[in-house]
């Protein structure tokens, strides 16, 4: 059974680096062909994909926000980041996991944590 | 970047009826569209890959049809619990990127 959880500090300021953890149980990072991919989707708006990394730590980023995004992975712990820097209020979303397979699809999804980037 | 146009925004329907949502990429995507479904408090599904391939526990009352440019997701005799947004998502190349959803409502 695959389960995801997303944490991350609810709230943070303008210009600082949103910091995001999932933690994942049912597969490993180590395994030929796994991905968590990163999506938001600020409140009643759609969704977004921003990164995605592999089992083979291939990264791949949304360029619609340039060089703000770093993905990265701990196998052994089961645990994969995000990073955003230079944040502003365009960046409040809630923030999901997802556990991607090899063709790109998002097979299973965290409940989501929420952002708010405020002063 | 594949613009993934979604219709209708909004759909009202009773349970039992049917009804369809139609995606349509800005260039050919191959069979490559997943639909999902989002409802409040739980997380997203992913019901229908590769455009037409059912997710292992998704009812057999959905189905996904097309490729290159349009697909269309059907959800025969509706139940009450499919009731939400639903999203499609092309899976062809990077960046991946989302339709803009339908509300599918009770009438």
């Known amino acids: 059974q695959v389960t995801l959880k997303e944490s991350g500090p609810g709230i943070l300021q303008p210009s600082h680096t949103l910091s995001l953890t999932c933690s994942f149980s049912?597969?490993?990072?180590?395994?030929?062909?796994?991905?968590v991919s990163w999506i938001r989707q600020p409140s009643g708006k759609g969704l977004e994909w921003l990164a995605s990394?592999?089992?083979?730590?291939?990264?791949y980023n949304n360029p619609s926000l340039k060089s703000r995004l770093t993905v990265s992975k701990d196998t052994s712990n089961n645990q994969a980041f995000l990073k955003v820097t230079s944040v502003d209020t365009a960046d409040t979303a809630t923030y999901y996991c997802?556990?991607?397979?090899?063709?790109?699809?998002?097979?299973?999804w965290g409940q989501g944590t929420l952002v708010t980037v405020s002063s | 970047d594949v613009q993934m146009t979604q219709s209708p925004s909004n759909l009202a329907a009773s349970p039992g009826e049917s009804v369809s949502i139609n995606c349509k990429a800005s260039?050919?995507?191959?069979?490559?569209l997943a639909w999902y479904q989002q409802k409040p408090g739980k997380a997203n599904k992913l019901l229908i890959y590769?455009?037409?391939t059912l997710q292992s526990g998704t009812p057999s009352r959905f189905s996904g049809s097309g490729s290159g440019t349009d697909f269309t997701l059907t959800i025969r005799n509706l139940e009450p619990e499919d009731f939400g947004l639903y999203y499609c998502?092309?899976?062809?190349?990077?960046?991946?990127?989302f339709g803009s959803g339908t509300k599918l409502e009770i009438k």
């Open positions: 997802t556990h991607t397979l090899p063709a790109n699809w998002f097979a299973y």
């Open positions: 049912g597969f490993s990072l180590s395994t030929y062909g796994m991905g």
């Open positions: 990394i592999w089992w083979n730590d291939d990264t």
């Open positions: 260039k050919s995507i191959g069979k490559y």
């Open positions: 590769s455009g037409s």
């Open positions: 998502q092309q899976h062809n190349e990077y960046p991946l990127t």
